[in-house]
């Protein structure tokens, strides 16, 4: 008889198929309530970070105005992307030569700037007013 009480031990340390399936039900529901919180978490807001796009956007056109010594300007088109580029002239007739270093400086420094900003707003972000101080 003791051996038989020692066996019964031995068997009753596991879970039952029934626990089991109650854990694995729980942790589903869990995870499945939690989709939306995560979802939220790793895909940001669009206008959000249409803000702190323009905001990055104005910042970049001033660092590269005050470091190369010529004036860029932030741009937004209508389908939504951004660019910081060098200013152009309105005065494009004259040949290169007459026309005032800053200007060829720009023309160069356009060959080689550009490709670290272009941006692209979201397709739910629409822009009605920019004021700027």
Known sequence: MVILRQQNRAFGRGFTLIEIMIVVAIMGIML????PVIN???NRDELGKAVNDIIEGCKTARDRAILQGIPFEFIVKESG??????ARDNDSSQPPSAQPIATRSASRAAEWIGADFPRQFG?????ELIDVN
Do not use: C, K, N, S
């Open 81 to 86: 992307e951004l660019a910081v580029e060098p």
């Open 123 to 127: 397709e739910h972000v629409a822009i």
């Open 40 to 42: 939220r978490a790793f």
């Open 32 to 35: 499945t309530a939690g989709i």
